[in-house]
């Protein structure tokens, strides 16, 4: 990645999967239409050209029912290496920023390199706000997610970049006390009742929240500092006898959480979370599991903003 410039906002990916297949996600509509887009948000493609001074013409529309018109237009073409084109323009309107995305093949695995570059220093602020709020960043989630089924899996992953350095961050979420205040969501109070986060260790918890009380429990299959924590998580009693979900009886009885903590530099911070089924499961179960994908979106945003703000 280039010397960063205050009018451009950066994001990086590493995606398990061949730049081939990454490419194609990119530049095939059909594939791009499983995946383009925040969570909720669905494409139609009407034309693409993929060369330079070609477009692609796509409607985004909305969870609301709200069309966006959207005309991408491309300035550079290289394949499974580079695209730079420029984004939310249409006949109607300029382009709000240029895009240069490149592509790089490591060991079977794929780095994205994203660069949008804007007329000023402010405009990239409005627009990283905007991105925000309204979840653009979960795009990127939702390719790793697609990538993944191609691969059989059924995936949930989400990432957040902290302006904090990498130590502090794997601090926060092996530092039980600190874990207790934000990981839970939004309106929700967790205490940890029995046990530690340390690898091959078992940490009793309970929320408490309107629904009431329930209680679950954490075991730590791999912690590698500062990089990565592996735990997976079912519910129990209070006396750590296992129960399935109080308020979703058909979710799988067993998940697995991967948190991975990247230096995208000294003072910032990429974590990356995958959820997946750990536990045998129904059809049923994963399918519940699939359609609460953007309700998990919600509540991994709340508890990553908290996160945020205790830092």
């Known amino acids: 990645m280039p010397t960063k410039k205050p009018n451009e906002l950066y994001i990086t990916r590493v995606y398990d999967a061949p730049v081939s297949l990454v490419w194609d ?59 730079v084109y420029d984004h939310g323009g249409n006949d109607d309107r300029p382009p709000l920023f240029r895009v240069t995305v490149r592509f790089e093949e490591i060991i079977g695995k794929t780095k994205m390199e994203m660069i949008m570059s804007l007329e000023s220093e402010e405009a990239a602020k409005e627009i990283k706000k905007f991105i925000k709020q309204a979840g653009g960043n979960s795009t990127w989630d939702r390719l790793a997610e697609y990538l ?13 970049s902290f302006d904090a350095p990498i130590e502090l961050l794997f601090s926060l979420w092996t530092n039980a006390e600190h874990f207790s205040k934000w990981i839970p969501p939004v309106g929700v109070k967790m205490k940890f009742i029995e046990g530690k986060i340390k690898e091959g260790e078992k940490l009793h918890w309970a929320m ?39 308020l979703a009886p058909i979710w799988p009885q067993t998940m697995i959480t991967t ?49 945020e703000d205790l830092l």
């Open 259 to 307: 948190v991975l903590f990247s230096k995208e530099d000294e003072k910032q911070t990429r974590v990356t979370v995958t959820f997946d089924i750990y536990s045998e499961a129904s059809l049923s179960e994963r399918e519940a599991f699939h359609t609460a994908k953007p309700g998990m979106t919600l509540g991994w945003t709340g508890s990553f903003d908290k996160l």
């Open 148 to 160: 993944a089924a191609n691969e059989g899996k059924d995936l949930f992953v989400i990432n957040r």
């Open 25 to 83: 996600a990119w530049t095939d509509p059909k594939k791009a239409a499983k995946w383009w887009g925040p969570r909720g948000f669905t494409i139609t493609t009407h034309a693409k050209d993929l060369r330079p001074g070609g477009f692609w013409s796509y409607t985004m529309h909305g969870p609301d029912g709200t069309d966006y018109e959207n005309k991408t237009i491309y300035h550079e073409v290289k394949k499974h290496s580079l695209l």
């Open 208 to 246: 408490e929240g309107d629904f009431g009380v329930m209680y679950g429990r954490f075991h730590y299959l791999e912690i590698k500092n500062p990089k990565k924590i592996v735990y997976t998580q079912e519910f129990c009693d209070e006396n750590q006898n296992t129960s399935r979900h109080p």
